[in-house]
Antibody
Framework: EVQLVESGGGLVQPGRSLKLSCLAS????????MNWIRQAPGKGLEWVAS????????YYADTVKGRFTISRDNAKNTLYLQMTSLRSEDTALYYC????????????WGQGVMVTVSS | DIVMTQTPSSQAVSAGEKVTMSCKSS????????????LAWYQQKPGQSPKLLIY???TRESGVPDRFIGSGSGTDFTLTISSVQAEDLAVYYC????????FGAGTKLELK
């Protein structure tokens, strides 16, 4: 069974940093592209970042480019999101999601981890 | 950037009704080399993570009931639920993956 379990969220002050993790199991992690997608309270979905299976290709949404860094450790089956210079508008539930076998849709999602940016 | 526009934003439905919702993209999602439309649909129930329903505009994900039907091509797409069940009350999002990723704002199905 595919499982994606996020961790590392919490309350952080504006301008500070936070690092999220997503532990994957139930599939060969190194074969799949992975993503972070967020959802502000009561709002819709916003794609944040993508990383290819071997980390060769990395893409970011304009709203986080230069502040967030996506990475992965295939030996540890873990996806990361390093977030710096956090703003109140980064407050959201952050989901880890896997790319599909046949395309860059998202076929499995984690349960999400909450990040709250507030003083 | 590709903009995805979903209509309506909300819709009140009764069980057994046929429901359609629209998703329009600001540019074509049809890749001519493989004739595929880079469009997916997701269902999100309250308090749950999104669930993939449809990809390539019309391919149903494994395990998704056949009452969920995706159609359309180019810039205009539709998700149809042939006979709505109570468990289908949720927010439905479309997503383009032609050029990076963009989601629509969602269509919320509510009980009439």
């Amino acid at each position: 069974e595919v499982q994606l379990v996020e961790s590392g969220g919490g309350l952080v002050q504006p301008g500070r940093s936070l690092k999220l993790s997503c532990l994957a199991s139930g599939f060969t992690f190194s074969n799949y592209g992975m993503n972070w997608i967020r959802q502000a309270p009561g709002k819709g979905l916003e794609w944040v970042a993508s990383i290819s299976s071997s980390s060769s290709y990395i893409y970011y949404a304009d709203t986080v480019k230069g502040r967030f860094t996506i990475s992965r450790d295939n030996a540890k089956n873990t996806l990361y999101l390093q977030m710096t210079s956090l703003r109140s508008e980064d407050t959201a539930l952050y989901y880890c999601a896997r790319h599909g076998k046949r395309g860059n849709y998202f076929d499995y999602w984690g349960q999400g981890v909450m990040v709250t940016v507030s003083s | 950037d590709i903009v995805m526009t979903q209509t309506p934003s909300s819709q009140a439905v009764s069980a057994g009704e046929k429901v359609t919702m629209s998703c329009k993209s600001s540019q074509s999602l049809l890749y001519n080399e493989n004739k595929k439309n880079y469009l997916a649909w997701y269902q999100q129930k309250p308090g749950q993570s999104p669930k993939l329903l449809i990809y390539w505009a019309s391919t149903r994900e494994s395990g998704v009931p056949d009452r969920f039907i995706g159609s359309g091509s180019g810039t205009d797409f539709t998700l149809t639920i042939s006979s709505v069940q109570a468990e289908d009350l949720a927010v439905y999002y479309c997503q383009q993956y032609y050029n990076l990723n963009t989601f629509g704002a969602g269509t919320k199905l509510e009980l009439k």
